[in-house]
């Protein structure tokens, strides 16, 4: 059996309940591979929707103790390990560079994640030409330090740069639900659907603003929408899942997570979906 197949095979057993299998698996395809951080991920990222945390470690220490010597390929790792919640070893990645250096959002993610708010605003502030997600994360910065009118001004800035692309207008509706107006936050992400209902960044939104207000099942079927049209939309995703976690269907939760570490390997929703699950389910 190829790796492909391999890792098909332990997915599957996931998704039947079969979680008694997984472990030999994995063990398995990392002893065929111990030298292959790559593969290595992605087995402890598996093992995270079984909960088998002390393996996971024990996985992550092997990357570490072997990582590559290209460092193109280190940062890869960097941020694989973030996603998986070794932050400090990713950032020791990256103080460790000799000739490349971490893309900007990267290391003020991982500084942000460290709780160093003002030392990833700082990286940030430094910058020209900063781009929309590295503009989001300025925002999530401010509100962190507790720069809330800042934090106002460059989401609304955002909004008015780049238009209702979905990850700014959720960065909007959380200034608005830090504000204590959450009725607001409702109307501002209706007047987006009123526009178009059959936009998926608008009914992502609706389905977050829904999740946020108590409202599960219309948050259930707005993101369920979605995810019909386009399986690999981040919002719809992560939204999907915290429904699945307050209803306690925490094998859909996982699941979910593992399709958004998919689309898009070291998104911090993955981990956060994941130790929701971990929380809940103790």
């Not at 990833?120 to 989001?136: N, Q, V």
Request: hydrophobic letters at 40%; glycine letters at 6%; charged letters at 30%.
């Amino acid at each position: 059996m190829d790796i492909d197949s391999a890792f098909e095979s332990i997915k599957g057993n996931i998704k039947d309940g079969k979680n008694e299998l997984v472990l030999p698996q994995v063990r398995e395809i990392v002893d065929a591979h111990i030298g292959n951080p790559e593969v290595l991920i992605k087995c402890a990222s598996l093992l995270k929707v079984v909960e088998e945390e002390e393996e996971i470690q024990s996985i992550l220490d092997k990357v570490m103790s072997n990582l590559p010597s290209d460092e193109s390929e280190l940062l890869k790792v960097a941020v694989n390990l973030r996603g998986l919640g070794r932050v400090d070893d990713a950032y020791s990645i990256y103080r460790s560079l000799k000739t490349e250096s971490p893309e900007l959002y990267d290391l003020a993610q991982t500084l942000y994640l460290l709780d160093e708010y003002e030392m990833a605003m700082s990286e940030l502030l430094k910058a020209e030409g900063l781009g929309r997600k590295e503009r989001i994360l300025l925002t999530e910065c401010y509100s962190a330090v507790g720069e809330f009118s800042k934090e106002e001004k460059e989401a609304q800035a955002l909004l008015d740069e780049f238009g209702p692309a979905y990850d700014i207008l959720v960065n909007m509706s959380k200034v608005l639900f830090e504000k204590g107006d959450p009725k607001g936050a409702i109307k501002f992400a209706k007047s987006y659907l009123k526009e178009d209902k059959k936009n998926l960044d608008n009914l992502a939104l609706n389905a977050y603003v829904m999740r946020i207000n108590g409202k599960t099942m219309a948050a259930v079927n707005y993101s369920t929408r979605v995810l019909n049209a386009d399986y690999s939309h981040i919002g719809a995703l992560e939204t999907l899942a915290y429904c699945h976690i307050e209803r306690k269907s925490f094998v859909s939760a996982k699941l979910l997570a593992g399709a958004i570490n998919d689309a898009d390997p070291g998104n911090p929703a993955a981990v956060r979906i994941l130790d929701a699950c971990r929380i809940m389910s103790s």
